[in-house]
């Protein structure tokens, strides 16, 4: 069994655990706005001791769930 599909790597269905300059890329803001609505339960994450860290999956549902407009 490959290392990437060990069950020691409980993230490979989504990748690993994005930080807040990944989902700062991944939305096209500054990580100041990342850590402001990560303080305020606003975006879902995770708690790793002092760190938060994001599920790509769970960001992308995020965006889906607060997406305005027309939709398909």
Do not use: C
């Not at 807040?20 to 990580?31: C, M, R």
């Not at 990342?34 to 860290?53: C, D, F, I, N, S």
Request: aromatic share 6%; glycine share 8%.
């Amino acid at each position: 069994m490959s290392p990437q599909h060990s069950p020691h790597h409980p993230t490979e269905p989504d990748g690993p655990l994005l930080d807040a300059a990944g989902v700062a890329d991944l939305l096209g803001v500054p990580q100041s706005w990342v850590y402001a609505e990560t303080r305020a339960g606003r975006l879902p994450h995770v708690r790793v001791g002092r760190y938060r860290r994001f599920r790509r999956r769970a960001v992308e549902q995020w965006i889906e769930d607060h997406e305005r407009g027309p939709r398909r």
